[in-house]
């Protein structure tokens, strides 16, 4: 059965520390993995990692994938309250109908204290 | 403005009572789905559409039915919501291949 894993399922840090969020997954037919925000409302959209050792970077946010150990990290340099969320770890699959399947992790919520 | 727009964004019902969620894409997505969020649960997919008039079961189908008529909706039915089905439900759509566009969620209590 295809799974996502996220660690830690929480955390609480202060404003200014670095954090690195993990996601290990174990599935069949891969085509990429996605990172998500979650505040209050819907999930909004970070990152979409497909190749192996190539970071993605927006502001102080990073990620990158490891598709030959099963994991991505997510990494927020120089924290803020505003980067308190849930973040969300999917995996994008081929499903048996030849139509793309997503699978959610069960998500990290940080933490972010001033 | 592209987006994803559910109604209603909050309701509360009764047990047996049939209700519809709509779901709204302006983007032209092939691509449509439905998840329910529940703590320590993550986000589980309903229902999932490819297009008009093809759905199909995602991982927790029961007790619920969707249709596709046309390509920018995609509601979801609930014909006799039970206790269990209070959740926050979320629908989503894409482009084939594309990153899921979410909507701003439905918060649902059935008592």
């Known amino acids: 059965e295809d799974k996502v894993v996220q660690s830690p399922l929480s955390l609480v840090v202060h404003e200014g520390d670095t954090v690195t969020l993990n996601c290990s997954y174990e599935v069949t037919n891969f085509r990429s993995l996605l990172w998500y925000k979650q505040e209050k409302k819907a999930p909004t959209f970070l990152f979409m990692l497909?190749?192996?050792?190539i970071e993605k970077k927006s502001g102080r946010l990073s990620s990158i994938l490891d598709k030959k150990e099963l994991f991505s990290i997510l990494n927020i340099t120089a924290t803020q309250t505003g980067d308190s969320a849930v973040y969300l770890c999917a995996v994008v699959v081929l499903g048996v109908n030849r139509d793309d399947k997503i699978i959610f992790g069960k998500g990290t919520r940080l933490h972010i204290l001033p | 403005e592209a987006q994803v727009t559910q109604n209603p964004r909050y309701l509360i019902t009764v047990t047996g009572k049939k209700l519809t969620v709509t779901c709204s894409q302006n983007?032209?997505?092939?691509?449509m789905s439905w998840y329910r969020q529940d703590p320590g649960l993550g986000l589980r997919q309903i229902y999932y559409?490819?297009?008009?008039?093809?759905?199909d079961k995602g991982d927790v189908p029961e007790g619920y039915k969707v249709s596709r008529k046309e390509k920018r909706n995609f509601p979801l039915i609930l014909e006799s919501p039970s206790p269990n089905q209070t959740s926050l439900y979320f629908c989503a759509s894409s482009f084939r291949q594309g990153t899921p566009f979410f909507g701003q969620g439905t918060r649902l209590t059935v008592v």
């Open positions: 559409s490819m297009n008009v008039e093809v759905t």
């Open positions: 983007m032209n997505h092939e691509y």
């Open positions: 497909t190749s192996s050792g």
